[in-house]
């Protein structure tokens, strides 16, 4: 049973930096793929950006490219989201996420464990 706990994020001002931690359990491989996804009240779940292949390869949603970095830390075992520029179209339920063997890494339902999500919020 993977368990994922997330932590960092907070509260900052449009144009600010945060960046948020995932924090692993010891039943994972190179062959998990690690997510974090998005989601406001009322709204889907969004795929924000993946990392996978033993952390050699990344995804990033349009919407983040260039703001945001994902990676993984193998001897800490973290994912780590650094959100830069934000705005407050960012501001959401933060949420990672692990799954083996994904095709789709922006879709939810292919990920199998989930953390209980750190919130963060970008105000104008």
């Known amino acids: 049973q993977v368990q994922l706990v997330e932590s960092g994020g907070g509260s900052v001002e449009t144009g600010g930096s945060l960046r948020i931690s995932c924090s692993i359990s010891?039943?994972?491989?190179?062959?998990?793929?690690f997510g974090w996804f998005r989601q406001e009240p009322g709204q889907e779940r969004e795929g924000v950006a993946a990392i996978y292949n033993g952390g050699r390869s990344t995804f990033y949603a349009d919407s983040v490219k260039g703001r945001f970095t994902i990676s993984q830390n193998n001897a800490k075992r973290t994912v780590d989201l650094q959100m830069n520029s934000l705005k407050p179209e960012d501001t959401a339920m933060y949420y990672c996420a692990a799954g083996r063997y994904i095709a789709s890494r922006a879709d939810p339902y292919e990920y199998n464990y989930w953390g209980q999500g750190t919130q963060v919020t970008v105000s104008s």
């Open positions: 010891d039943d994972t491989d190179s062959t998990y793929c």
